[in-house]
């Protein structure tokens, strides 16, 4: 098993920086592909950033890409999500993920075995 918690959120004003955390705890850190998603109000979940198990490589949603950096500490356990330049339309609840078997370039919402509850951003225009 595997615990996720995230942190992190709040309100920000558009053009603004915010960065989430994601702490993990209950299986070797290291195995695990991590990831980042995001549900915007009234919408679907939807993958936002990718990182490998040895954090040597990263996938991006388009929406972001440029933005926002993940990364991932292995002696801390944890999964950061760098956030700059906000924009009204990133608003949404943050979750982090993690998926035992894949890989990166396959990550996506219906395929990850354990997630976090969320942390919300807001952000204003």
């Known amino acids: 098993q595997v615990q996720l918690v995230e942190s992190g959120g709040r309100l920000v004003q558009a053009g603004g920086s915010l960065k989430l955390s994601c702490a993990a705890t209950g299986r070797t850190f290291s195995h695990l592909t991590m990831g980042w998603f995001r ?6 979940r939807e993958f936002v950033a990718a990182i490998s198990r040895n954090g040597g490589g990263t996938r991006y949603a388009d929406s972001v890409k440029g933005r926002f950096t993940i990364s991932r500490e292995k002696a801390e356990n944890t999964m950061y999500l760098q956030m ?21 370039m396959t990550m996506n ?9 969320g942390t919300l951003v807001t952000v204003s225009s």
């Open 39 to 44: 549900q915007p109000p009234g919408k679907e």
């Open 109 to 117: 919402v219906d395929g990850m075995d354990y997630w976090g509850k």
């Open 84 to 104: 700059n330049s906000l924009k009204p339309e990133d608003t949404a609840v943050y979750f982090c993920a993690a998926d035992v078997f894949g890989s990166i």
